[in-house]
């Protein structure tokens, strides 16, 4: 396990298409945050990056591992 930090771009506020950084002890701690943070009106998931700036997980990865599961169809028979 190495630290990582989850980048986030933020939409709205003073700070509105700057980065924001928050550090994680593992990819895997990022990620399930990253979950709770998935479809914010806030911000967007950017990236999971190593602590000198090299990019683990780019965005659409990261997207895709955040996203809730679909909703299997449900088959129905009349």
């Known amino acids: 396990m190495q630290p990582v930090r989850l980048v986030l771009l933020l939409l709205t506020g003073p700070r509105e ?8 002890p593992s990819v895997e701690e990022a ?4 979950r709770e943070l998935f ?3 806030r911000l967007q998931l950017e990236a999971i ?3 000198n700036g090299r990019t683990l997980i780019a965005y659409d990865y990261l997207n ?7 909703a299997e ?3 129905r028979y009349g």
């Open 17 to 24: 298409g700057e980065n924001d950084f928050l550090e994680f």
């Open 31 to 34: 990620v399930i945050y990253g």
């Open 39 to 41: 479809g914010s009106s």
């Open 49 to 51: 990056e190593e602590l």
């Open 64 to 70: 895709d591992l955040c996203r809730p599961p679909q």
């Open 73 to 75: 169809p449900q088959l």
